[in-house]
């Protein structure tokens, strides 16, 4: 039996506070209009509580994601967790997203390619899923990059927005679902766009803060020409390996970081008209690993996904990275169907998460008291080899 990874749930979670170019005015030497006619984007949202982090938007991303499949946490094998403002060095932001979900039986990781991070993970998800390593798999993009951005540098503050977007993708016998992907990197480009200090080559001192080298430095030209020229491969390499033509393609989903860059990448360079191209960067600013699973809820909420169109996500971002996948859309995008009572059993089993989370802490902390062991889940995977493994 062959087996195809669709994507059958999907979830977006952003900060409330709206920051305007109006606002920025008052914070760099900037206007509207530059931001504007350069970018594309008008506002963008930003985290302004301290709960308000990297694995808090990212876990009502996934939970709204599981909501929308039907899906409890429990059967997640696998969270990867896509972003360029992880919480932490480590812990990985996965880990704390599987822990405030309850998701007893998930393996987790961060994954560190930019803002085509997103993609790369759709791409292990299909892997691990069509080779019988998985069933369920949940890929989030998700960023705070407003607390790595340098509020007074005009170059960057302007572009950046917070965010989380996630999908829950499952193994099928449905034929579709994601069909190819292109990954992408260019490492002699990593300067053009970097957080210089904080890792282990220029690790935190007072001279590396003073010197702002812990926020986002960029060659924004250097990007954008970068950009402009990987998103039409990428696009064309991918569609190839699909078996399709650009013909085909009912919707591009680009990375959201300058309407200028799709412009001249997706719509003038591959000829592809712009009814078939989303963009909502006006609205959200470069929310980086987020971006393409946001705009992706967003084109399902407006009709713009519908069963068996061809789609297209395609990225580019630090590293250099670049990043595409084609797909067959397979979930019915129609009003959600779940009773009222299965809404407050998951609300309930992520209250009860949270409460096992604290006692295993408390139990962690208290000397003499043993941890009960984890559960090891029933061997369910298709492969058979698995069983011998263990
Ligand atoms: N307001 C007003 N003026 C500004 C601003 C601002 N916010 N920012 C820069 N300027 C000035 C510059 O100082 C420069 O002035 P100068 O000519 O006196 O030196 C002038 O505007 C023009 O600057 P350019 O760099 O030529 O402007 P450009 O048209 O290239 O637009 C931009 C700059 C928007 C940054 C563009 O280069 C771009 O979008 N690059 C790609 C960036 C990107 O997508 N990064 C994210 C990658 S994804 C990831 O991994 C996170």
């Known amino acids: 039996m062959t087996r195809y990874a669709q994507i059958v749930g999907w979830g977006a979670h952003l900060p409330e506070r709206v920051l305007t170019n109006k606002d920025l005015e008052e914070i760099v030497d900037t206007s509207d209009e530059w931001i504007v006619s350069r970018t594309g984007i008008r506002e963008r949202r930003i985290v302004h509580s301290p709960k308000e982090t990297t694995g808090s938007l990212a876990t009502r991303a996934a939970a709204a994601a599981l909501h929308r499949a039907n899906v409890d946490a429990n059967d997640v094998d696998l969270i990867i967790c896509a972003t360029s403002s992880p919480e932490h060095q480590f812990p990985a932001t996965a880990c704390l997203v599987q822990d405030a979900l309850g998701a007893r039986h998930a393996g987790a ?10 993609v790369y993970g759709l791409t292990l998800a299909n892997s691990m899923i069509t080779t019988g390593a998985a069933e369920t798999v949940l890929v989030i993009g998700s960023e705070t990059l407003s607390r790595i951005v340098d509020w007074s540098d005009r170059n960057t503050c ?3 927005g917070d965010g989380a977007g996630a999908v829950l993708v499952t ?12 990954l992408g990197s260019d490492g002699s480009g990593g300067d053009a766009l970097s957080l210089p200090a904080g890792g282990s080559k220029l690790p935190t001192t007072v001279e590396t803060v003073a010197a702002r080298q812990h926020y986002v430095h960029m060659d924004g ?13 990428a696009t064309r390499s991918v569609v190839a390996k699909a078996g399709l033509t650009l013909d085909d393609i009912d919707l591009v989903i680009p990375h959201q970081a300058n309407a200028r860059i799709i412009e001249s990448s ?3 360079q591959l000829k592809i008209p712009p009814e078939k191209v989303f963009v909502n960067v006006d609205r959200y600013g470069n929310t980086s690993t987020a971006s393409i699973p946001i705009a992706l809820c967003e084109a399902i909420e407006m009709g713009r996904v519908r069963p068996n169109d061809n789609i297209v996500f395609v990225s580019f971002g630090a590293g250099l990275t670049w990043a595409a996948a084609a797909l067959k859309w397979g979930a019915p995008v129609s009003a959600t169907p779940h009773k009222w009572w299965q809404t407050a059993q998951r609300q309930g089993n992520y209250g009860a998460a949270r409460a096992q989370s604290t006692v295993r802490r408390l139990i962690r902390n208290s000397p003499g008291i043993e941890l009960p062991e984890i559960e090891i889940p029933e061997i369910r995977l298709a492969d058979p080899l698995r069983n011998l493994r263990i």
């Open 109 to 118: 990781f961060d994954l560190s390619a930019a803002c085509s991070g997103f």
């Open 158 to 160: 302007v572009l950046f």
């Open 171 to 182: 193994a099928s016998e449905e034929p579709g679902g994601i069909l190819s992907s292109v």
């Open 221 to 233: 030209r250097a990007v954008f020409r970068f950009a402009t020229r990987v998103m039409a491969s």
């Open 266 to 268: 997706v719509i003038h």
